[in-house]
């Protein structure tokens, strides 16, 4: 899910592939809608992932950032984030769930290295219709900060979600930029087609996604 470890391992002579992984139809966390304003949403920020020392860092210095405002933070010291049976997880349901009433899916970085954390940032905020901000990342093919997401230093993110949540011409990037997030995962990431065009699949496989 990493397009700069599959140039890599290219490189290195491997036969690797980047499979953005993306929506399947029927799949019980795809229901996403830009119907609704995103204002009408009642979380305002929206941050689940592993926990980390620098998580927690950025959690402890910037407590004004979620000063006065409906957030969900949930940072959890487990392997898998996601998990129907382990009760610190939640589950890939509740995730989506959250998502698809929060304005902002809020994402910084677990080490160092700004991996763009594919399945979090798409599936649970670009295919949740969230406006999607996350700390600098690397590029994704498609994907285009400013246009379908937002991204900044990590210093600089609370002024950025700041203006998002309170500045009118925040708001109105914001519900412009979410939109076309939403439209260019959905356009670009469907898995059925991806695996054809990969792999080669035939296309009359119906049992592909059987679930």
């Not at 899910?1 to 966390?29: C, D, E, H």
């Not at 600098?136 to 979600?161: I, S």
Request: net charge negative.
């Amino acid at each position: 899910m990493n397009v700069q470890t599959a140039a890599s391992l290219v490189q290195l002579g491997a036969n690797a592939r980047f499979i953005p992984i993306g929506y399947v139809p029927g799949n019980k966390i795809f229901r996403g809608s830009p119907e609704t304003h995103i204002y009408d949403r009642d979380i305002d920020l929206l941050w689940i992932g592993t926990n980390s020392a620098r998580r927690e860092h950025f959690l402890a210095h910037n407590q004004r950032l979620f000063a006065g405002r409906k957030s969900f933070i949930r940072l959890i010291n487990v392997g898998q984030t996601l998990s129907v049976t382990d009760p610190q997880s939640v589950s890939g349901e509740d995730f989506a769930d959250l998502a698809q009433h929060s304005k902002i899916l809020f994402n910084v970085h677990h080490f160092d290295t700004p991996y763009f954390e594919w399945q979090r940032l798409v599936h649970f905020g670009f295919m949740q219709v969230c406006c999607v901000v996350t700390e600098t990342a690397t590029r994704t093919p498609g994907l285009v900060p400013g246009e379908h997401y937002f991204e900044e230093d990590v210093k600089n993110l609370p002024e950025l979600v700041a203006w998002l949540l309170d500045d009118p011409e925040g708001r109105n990037s914001a519900e412009r930029v979410r939109v076309a997030g939403y439209r260019a995962a959905m356009e670009l990431f469907q898995l059925d087609r991806t695996l054809i065009e990969l792999f080669g699949i035939n296309q009359n496989n119906n049992n592909l996604f059987a679930f």
